[in-house]
């Protein structure tokens, strides 16, 4: 894993993932808080396992769920990026999950204002993003990056159903933002 950086905003770097990254990536995916609208939480080996396929992905493609990194200190914050969804294949999907003593410091708003740009800069037509009905945190990220409720439906993860909402913005909307 290289750490190759996609980005950087004003307080965080957005990078590929480095191997000294795998405890906080493992933490991230174990935490009850985190993980309870994103599948519960997965064991450590799972966590490692997945950071090194989005890793490769990332040099593949040139996108994906990366690391985000505080520019004060180098802490590990958390994860942001772009992935394409089986449900929405043809659409890009804008997400985030970041270490609960992170939240409510506008992280996930700034990161996701970077991929955001990004990829309307290659430019996609419309980039969405899915979040569980009750993770209402997530829900004004999205209405914060411009994202407008698209829909509600039942989705299946793991053999499990949920209810989500799925925000959306248009090349169109963002371009007239």
């Known amino acids: ?12 770097i957005l990078r590929n993932f480095r191997d000294a ?7 991230l995916c174990g935490d ?5 609208h994103l599948g519960g939480p997965q064991p450590a080996e799972h966590a490692v396992a997945e950071m090194a396929a989005i890793s490769r992905f990332f040099e593949e493609s040139g996108f994906g769920m990366l690391a985000v990194e505080r520019k004060l200190d180098g802490a590990f914050v958390g994860v942001c990026g772009l992935s394409v969804e089986r449900w929405y294949s043809d659409d ?9 003593r992170y939240w409510g410091q506008g992280y996930a708003t700034e990161a996701a204002m970077f991929w955001r740009d990004l990829a309307f800069a290659v430019p996609v037509q419309r980039l969405i ?5 009750p993770n209402h945190r997530s829900h004004r990220v999205m209405e914060r990056l411009g994202m407008q409720h698209h ?27």
């Open 1 to 12: 894993m290289s750490g190759e950086v996609a980005g950087e905003t004003e307080r965080l």
């Open 21 to 27: 990254d795998s405890a906080a990536y493992a933490e």
């Open 32 to 36: 009850p808080e985190v993980m309870r």
């Open 92 to 100: 890009l999907q804008i997400g985030w999950r970041f270490l609960p």
């Open 129 to 133: 993003s899915i979040s569980d009905v």
């Open 151 to 177: 829909e509600t439906g039942t989705f299946e993860l793991n053999g499990q159903s949920f209810e989500a909402h799925v925000y959306a913005l248009t090349l169109e909307q963002w371009a007239a933002r």
